[in-house]
T-cell receptor
Framework: GAVVSQHPSRVICKSGTSVKIECRSL??????MFWYRQFPKQSLMLMAT?????????EQGVEKDKFLINHASLTLSTLTVTSAHPEDSSFYIC????????????FGQGTRLTVV | AQTVTQSQPEMSVQEAETVTLSCTYD???????LFWYKQPPSRQMILVIR??????QNATENRFSVNFQKAAKSFSLKISDSQLGDAAMYFC?????????????FGTGTRLQVTL
């Protein structure tokens, strides 16, 4: 099946620093990837849609200058949390759909971000 | 906007028994996809089952089956012969037809406990 790999799985950073999370489609090309945020015991909230070669589309209420998304290749999208604060601590998940199997989405393993 | 509602925050089932998780949704579309995803403690999202709205036949995957009632906009998941490994968060999700950029909308989730 299609595989989406996310790295790192866990990261701790200091307040005010930036942290980058990578999302890779390992065996397919993804023109579109999705970034979600999940708070403890809550559902996945879509943050933005990452589009290869163009600007990401952000959901209402998501600060585009704080959550920078780059989708420079057909297999890699990155989410950079800039000037991180403790309230940015959360679980971040990416997903993508393979063009040949467009029905379901495949998810990365997620990244637990802790800002101290 | 589409919404997905899961009215059962928690459910419990004994091993080998059957449990049904509820999901309702709201949409003005006539064709769409519905999904059930499982999120175990590892937090990796796993597709359990999917249903295309244009198909009248309920989807089945081994011990997992759905009761899709299009007119009522209801999409429940039945787990038969429950196993300890079925313990997880279960999310119902909706997606309209479209290309790889079409977004998933998730419900709030149901936490399933499986007891001996």
């Amino acid at each position: 099946g299609a595989v989406v790999s996310q790295h790192p799985s866990r990261v701790i950073c200091k307040s005010g620093t930036s942290v980058k999370i990578e999302c890779r489609s390992l065996d397919f090309q993804a023109t579109t990837m999705f970034w979600y945020r999940q708070f403890p015991k809550q559902s996945l909230m879509l943050m933005a849609t990452s589009n290869e070669g163009s600007k990401a589309t952000y959901e209402q209420g998501v600060e585009k200058d704080k959550f920078l998304i780059n989708h420079a290749s057909l297999t890699l999208s990155t989410l950079t949390v800039t000037s991180a604060h403790p309230e940015d601590s959360s679980f971040y998940i990416c997903s993508a759909r393979a063009p040949s199997r467009n029905t379901e989405a495949f998810f990365g393993q997620g990244t637990r971000l802790t800002v101290v | 906007a589409q919404t997905v509602t899961q009215s059962q925050p928690e459910m419990s089932v004994q091993e080998a028994e059957t449990v049904t998780l509820s999901c309702t949704y709201d949409t003005s579309e006539s064709d769409y996809y519905l999904f059930w995803y499982k999120q175990p403690p590892s937090r990796q999202m796993i597709l359990v089952i999917r249903q295309e709205a244009y198909k009248q036949q309920n989807a089945t995957e081994n011990r997992f089956s759905v009761n899709f009632q299009k007119a009522a906009k209801s999409f429940s998941l039945k787990i038969s012969d429950s196993q300890l490994g079925d313990a997880a968060m279960y999310f119902c999700a909706y997606r309209r037809l479209g290309g790889t950029a079409s977004k998933l909308t998730f419900g709030t989730g149901t936490r399933l406990q499986v007891t001996l």
